[in-house]
């Protein structure tokens, strides 16, 4: 993998019911990453996909009387449909019961055999269903119906007894904390790797990596009556969606090891414990890192059919737009916490950041422009120090917004940017530029000059979130979408004089509190 090349991934949702918030959350933090890194310069390859394997998709498709593949088919189009609805910048969309799936997940387990860390024996514990997760005596508790439940997920478990491949997960503990140790940013944020490697520090058992219980799912090379435990079937498709086992093709090459697994903190064991044992056992390279975000609260709570507080994102999306929920999801969630949607807040949001502040003063300047420049960008003939020290500002802090977006740090990130905005809006209305243009002309044209240049560059900061309002900005100053990048923010000959400039149209409109 060259220096240049940026692979980032979504976890593969589960498509056992209709998508949620949380796959709409984990896509949009991916794709903004994705489309910053694109602007930033990098040949960026960003997976998302569906998980279509295990007993819980079974179970599902028996209940609604279906073929477990046709039943994957319906659901799985639906989260395919949501990365278009979301606008994400996705170039790839990986399903699991893919014939270049298949192929990958069977050679892993080969590779795994042959090192010796597979082994078959019994298993009897407790397994969810719901999260296709086993857990330890310590891990379970009954809840108030009395039913042994998951203490991390609250998920039912129930007792299985059933013959078993296992994976030598024991024999990694050490070789695990050591690659923890020298790679101290492979798991963020801090909180998890603590997290993490207290777990692995508790002692690691050997892992069960094959059911015989059902029959859908890949099965087990030579011993047909297993099935490749799902985690082990499902992780490995950041490897399929690169042509594994053919290392020596260009998307491989380009783009393994993987830059970041964008996850949620409930999967987080899987992917910083397990995911890396079976990739060294394998002998390949581990992923650069593993980010695990909080979750969605609705109202202070977490989603649950049975509170009856789940949020559709198809339906926020219709009522509001998806550049406002992109907005909203990376302006007011803190990354590395679990974050609260209420619709009094995200109304808010709408109304003070995009249609007061970036909305208005884009309408506001470009309206100006029509009526006292002609529709054109004005040549400035001098800079002031007030209008100097604006641009300056902002073009020096690009290399800290790099560092943000490295860190994902997306929430200070939009913030940032946020904070240009109204200084920009303030710049303006402390400028007067309605009242110079009577008494000094050419001052006029430096003031339009200084802030047509703040919107240029404020939209860029802001395209990897809201694509559509800023693609519409920026095509209304003629800035062509090959043009969108930062190193345009410090191209000062960018702006294509004697032509006209474009109307975007409103970009936000304000929300009513009826609404």
Known sequence: MSDNNFYITTPIYYPSGKPHM??????????????????????????TGTDEH?????????????DPKIFCDEISKKFKDLTKTLNLSNNDFIRTTENRHLKSVTEIWSRLVK?????????SGWYSVSDEAYYDEDEIEKNNKGENTSKSSGSKVEWVEEESYF??????????LKFYEENSNFILPQSRKNEVVSFVKRGLKDLSVSRTSFTWGIKVPKNEKHVIYVWLDALTNYLSALNFPDEQNKLYK???????HIIGKDILRFHAVYWPAFLMAAGLKCPQRVFGHGWILSDDKKMSKSIGNILDPLEIIDKFGIDQLRYYLIKE?????????????????????LANNYGNLCQRVLTFVEKNCDNEIPRPEALNEK??????????????????????????????????????NKYFNDSEPWKVVKSDPKRMQSIIYTILEQIKNISILLNPIIPFA???????????????????????????????????????????NDN
């Open 387 to 424: 209008d100097k020290k604006l641009i300056k500002r902002l073009k020096d802090e690009v290399k800290n917004m790099i560092d943000l977006i490295n860190r994902q740090d997306l929430n200070t990130y939009v913030k940032k940017v946020v904070e240009f905005s109204f200084e920009s």
């Open 115 to 123: 090192s010796g860390d597979i082994y078959l024996d019994k298993y």
């Open 470 to 512: 800023t693609n519409k900005i920026l095509y209304a100053l003629n800035i062509e979408e090959k043009e969108i990048s930062l190193k345009t923010i410090s191209n000062e000959k960018i702006f294509k004089y004697n032509k006209k400039l474009k109307k975007p149209g409103i970009l936000f409109r304000k929300i009513e």
């Open 54 to 66: 295990g007993l819980k998709i079974q179970r599902e498709a028996e209940k609604n009387n279906k």
């Open 333 to 353: 969630v803190s990354l590395g916490n679990d974050g609260n949607i209420s619709m009094y807040n995200l109304k808010n949001c709408i109304n003070n950041d």
């Open 167 to 176: 994976f030598k997960l024991s024999s990694w503990e050490k070789k695990l």
């Open 254 to 260: 380009d783009f393994w090891p993987a830059s970041v």
């Open 22 to 47: 949380g796959h709409a959350y984990s896509s949009i933090i991916a794709d903004v990453i994705a489309r910053f890194k694109r602007i930033e310069g990098f040949n960026v390859y960003y997976l």
